[in-house]
């Protein structure tokens, strides 16, 4: 059923729909891949099944499956979802929406739960801390996600190289 959703869906929602099965433990990744293989030939399949090869059950919500497939989509290579962050000690103290650990890129994707002055203060003091340490992040909105996705692309690539 899932694997029908990412045949009959655009790329943004078949993802992200995707990514929230496996999120939730309703399927997983070989119950999709056997989905799609099910479906033969009915239009959308060969989409379906790139999707279920690129689907993440680590993604927490649509827009960070969104962030995740445009980055690919612009030829970059797939980001960490949910990548965890620890300090000198090896404790965890933050984790992004998406990232590179190699390079020390974080991306990041705001709605409008960011937008309360605890939540602020919490963002703020998260930044300076990653910024401290040697992460360079980058923080997108609806707005660029819907209004400018080739803009993104250019940001994440530029950090990239």
């Known amino acids: 059923m899932r694997g029908d959703i990412a045949r009959r869906a655009g ?5 992200a729909v ?10 997983t990744e070989a119950d ?6 099910r479906h033969g030939g009915l ?25 995740r497939i445009m980055i ?4 970059l290579p797939a980001p960490e979802p949910q990548l965890v962050v620890y300090d000198d000690t090896g404790y965890p103290v933050h984790r992004l929406d998406l990232g590179y650990r190699e390079r020390k890129v974080g991306l990041e994707y705001d709605g409008r739960s960011h937008l309360t002055m605890d939540r602020l203060a919490a963002d703020r003091a998260r ?3 990653l910024a401290s340490d040697g ?27």
């Open 32 to 37: 999709l891949a056997e989905e799609v293989l």
């Open 127 to 129: 930044m300076n801390w």
């Open 18 to 27: 995707l990514d929230a099965a496996l999120h939730r433990g309703l399927t």
């Open 72 to 75: 690919i989509d612009g030829g």
């Open 43 to 67: 239009r959308g399949v060969l989409r379906a099944r790139e999707l279920v090869g690129l689907a993440d059950g680590r993604a927490e919500n649509a827009q960070e499956s969104h962030l």
């Open 135 to 161: 992460w360079d992040m980058r923080y997108f909105t609806a707005h660029d996600l819907y209004r400018s996705p080739g803009l993104v692309v250019a940001t994440v690539r530029t950090l990239l190289t």
């Open 11 to 15: 790329r943004l929602d078949g993802i």
